[in-house]
Nanobody
Framework: QVQLVESGGGLVQAGGSLRLSCVAS????????MGWFRQAPGKEREFVAS????????YYADSVKGRFTISKDSAKNTVDLQMNSLKPEDTAVYYC?????????????????WGQGTQVTVSS
C-alpha cells in the first residue's frame, strides 16, 4: 500500500521560511516523479512544484519560482519543499503526491497517490 506523509507545516511570519518534508512508502520511488500542490480555503488545488524520478528536472509554478526549492532523496524515499520569502498568499494546505510519469506534471489528475496534507499559515 502506497503511503505519503507530510510534515513541517506551521505558522510563520511573512518573509520567513519553512521546510516541508514528505516520506513515502509502498513504491519504488526512485522510479517515480513527485509533486507538491496546495489548496487554500475556497480555492481549487493548485500546482506548486514537481521533480522528476531522477531528481534532476524540476518545475515550479510562476508564483513560487525563485522562492521555493523542491528536492528528492530516493534512498530515503523523501521529497522536500524548502519555502523561503513566504507571503500571506502562500497560506494553504500543502500536499505531496506521486505520479508514474517520469518527468512530473502540473496537473493533479496525473498523480495517483496523495498525502493527507500539512497546513502552512503565513501571517502578515
Amino acid at each position: 500500500q502506497v503511503q505519503l506523509v507530510e510534515s513541517g507545516g506551521g505558522l510563520v511570519q511573512a518573509g520567513g521560511s519553512l521546510r516541508l518534508s514528505c516520506v513515502a512508502s509502498g513504491r519504488t520511488f526512485s522510479r517515480y516523479a513527485m509533486g507538491w500542490f496546495r489548496q487554500a480555503p475556497g480555492k481549487e488545488r493548485e500546482f506548486v512544484a514537481s521533480i522528476s524520478w531522477s531528481g534532476v528536472i524540476t518545475y515550479y509554478a510562476d508564483s513560487v519560482k525563485g522562492r521555493f526549492t523542491i528536492s528528492k532523496d530516493s534512498a530515503k524515499n523523501t521529497v522536500d519543499l524548502q519555502m523561503n520569502s513566504l507571503k500571506p498568499e502562500d497560506t494553504a494546505v500543502y500536499y505531496c503526491a506521486t505520479t508514474p510519469r517520469v518527468l512530473g506534471s502540473s496537473r493533479p489528475g496525473e498523480y495517483d497517490y496523495w498525502g493527507q496534507g500539512t497546513q502552512v499559515t503565513v501571517s502578515s
